[in-house]
């Protein structure tokens, strides 16, 4: 285990937790481009240099701590929701700068470290290691625009002469990122730490139901087509067979619902509602939207009804990369036996768009209630420790 | 059988059509207090005069046509939806006409006639009907405004100096509006008349389920409360246990839903939505309500959730009298052998109105393919005239 001090990294934690502190909790508001952000990258630039790594910040503003040669790459992100907690993505960040020093002290191995810059979406959906992976050109994010009208090309502009290069992802042996959970599963059950078998994948479509729209005193139910009772009808029926489907970890969501003309005194004649599901199995999802576009079919035509399906949007399920899963792993069951589990990740990270690149890994640590993107957002700091010792048991044994 | 001229009434229902004609099918553009309204209340005033009627307009608009001493009213209303019918209220103001013209000739009984203004609401709800019989104040209606910032004030003064005081309605005995029924069932069962046994009373309420907003990715279904869920348990349940308690004649709609933040990646954390339902008996609208309550209650309960309950909007129905309706059933029975049905109104009426002052019974035909409000709104010239002959038999027999 690398000799990692935890009160340097809890005190590292709380220095970058000031720039953009909301003053409500320990809540921040430090978007990606923001002052705050680039205040906060610019301090964690000074602390990479303290520890031995070289600052480098690409043209997006992502900030590298580079070891030399090649090395382990570690990292998250800095920048925060408008109302964000003062752990998502700053954790894996100040974790990875802890490891990094620990590794060199103890003379290796050699640990880069890495904040991704707007990994919450501003303009894009992480939009920095997004870029970074090839996911998207940097002509395609440059026109994007956040909700005020700023286009990212002036966004990244506000780093000026800070930037260089694309860094050489070749440089790097693979990708560990440390996060919390930003769900409830740990926090339930008691236990420590989460290490991430896959992200899991997205799928995403609209439905909509086309009844007829009639007066609600004077239509009678036997002749009427009324649109949200066959949204009603659909919620049920995928509910019981995906039963047959779902593992614990899958989730679904009818989070979207437009009825139409959306009157008291009126029988719904259309509905259009989002129909979103997540699995780390791409089979499991491909089962799922056969039972979708099954279920919506015959309640459509048992109600006299037209089904329409709007464009599906997916991100497939990402795996962990064997050997770096393992090592978490092994370490988890040292540091915390008993009170760890595999599980997927449900959100994105930047680990998502690094995959393409490297091999990459997750290590989860608690959300207290599973709350996140949120001021209130928190983790016990033992917690933080037993997660920050399960990467310096991990590292050590990756050599 | 009083010796009406089918051809007169025809020919002057469709001499009323031209008043706002829409120039799409037979649809007309008709609101309260419009030039065309205005101008085609006039024509109607003149056609009074022609049949020994004494035209007067009362302080909002609506214009009766005054039979000397103690008569039977008859008529409906000649304002329309902004995209209305042809028939949707003239036909009972036309056919009142010709009504009162026949029995003139037959030596009685005396027929008067009544347009009532504002049926459609722009302003209220059957507005002038409603303030002739003290369901609201003058005063209090005045103050409503339409969609375009009119007062209800402003619109009747346009009425000027036609206007006299509102007419006693003590010299009336009854009061018959024939209507188009607004709904399919006549049409549906090929049937030609439908004597009303009562106006449905209406139970309106909004129900709010208040559970956890969470991320849609990393949130366990069992972990879950989901107001939208909750909703669509709700929904089942009451769907299950109405079915001991309705009649065919019972309807329930949930014609509004708001979810709350209703965004496709978020779990539900609050759903909002209308819950109306007309029955023409009060006690069955109660047993409703307790089901309604019991099983929002319970599904809360089971999810972990808030209940809210708004205010609870009603009308209680509105019996026919049993000496008009027997008129008008043995009418019926005689013009349209087995052709006919006792049904129930699910549409509000003037006659709602004016059951507070005289005994009052309603008469239907039937409405092609269910259809009103709606510029393709019509009936067949025959069924026309058998409700016109309907009324005149039962006009005849109450002497």
């Keep these: 285990m690398l000799p990692v001090d935890p009160d340097r990294f809890l005190k590292d934690l709380h220095a970058l937790r000031r720039f953009g502190a909301s003053g409500v909790g320990k809540g921040v508001s430090r978007p990606g481009f923001s002052d705050p952000d680039i205040a906060a990258r610019d301090w964690l630039a000074m602390r990479m240099s303290e520890a031995g790594l070289k600052p480098h910040y690409d043209p997006v503003g992502s900030l590298f701590g580079l070891a030399e040669g090649r090395s382990l790459l570690m990292g998250s992100h800095s920048d925060s929701q408008p109302e964000g907690g003062w752990l998502d993505g700053a954790l894996g960040v100040i974790a990875a700068l802890e490891i990094s020093r620990a590794a060199r002290a103890a003379g290796g191995p050699p640990v880069s470290v890495v904040s991704f810059e707007d990994e919450e979406g501003r303009f894009g959906v992480t939009t920095g290691s997004s870029v970074w992976a090839g996911n998207q050109t940097l002509e395609g994010a440059d026109a994007l625009h956040d909700a005020g009208g700023l286009s990212f090309a002036e966004a990244r502009a506000r780093f000026g002469v800070r930037r260089g290069d694309f860094v050489d992802p070749g440089r790097f042996s693979g990708y560990i990122e440390m ?26 479509m609209h439905i909509t139901f ?52 959306n009157a008291a005194s009126i029988v719904p004649g259309r509905v259009r509602f989002s129909m979103q599901w997540r699995d780390g199995d791409a089979d499991r999802l491909a089962r799922m ?20 399906f709007g464009p599906m949007l997916g991100l497939d399920p990402v795996a962990m990369d064997p050997g770096l899963r393992g090592a978490l792993e092994r370490a988890a069951s040292d540091e915390a036996p008993d009170r760890w589990r595999v599980m997927p990740s449900g959100a994105l990270h930047d680990a998502t768009n690094v995959a393409r690149l490297m091999p990459v890994s997750m290590l989860f640590v608690p959300s207290i209630g599973g709350i996140s993107h949120d001021f209130a957002e928190d983790t016990d700091e033992a917690d933080l420790v037993t ?7 991990a590292v050590a044994a990756l050599g």
């Design 179 to 204: 996060h919390i959970e930003q769900g409830p599963v740990l926090d339930s059950s008691g236990e420590k730490l989460g290490v991430v078998d896959a992200i899991v994948g997205i799928r995403d």
């Design 210 to 261: 086309t009844g007829q729209q009639n007066h609600a005193g004077t239509t009678p139910m036997h002749l009427r087509r009324d649109a949200f009772q066959a949204l009603a009808g659909f919620n049920a029926r995928i509910a019981e067979r995906f039963a047959n489907v779902m593992t614990p970890q899958t989730v679904w969501t009818i989070g979207h619902v437009a009825v139409h003309p």
């Design 289 to 308: 939207e056969e039972i979708i576009r099954t279920a919506a079919a015959e309640i459509a035509q048992e109600m006299g009804m037209e089904p329409g």
């Design 387 to 393: 997660g920050l010792n399960t990467l310096a048991r």
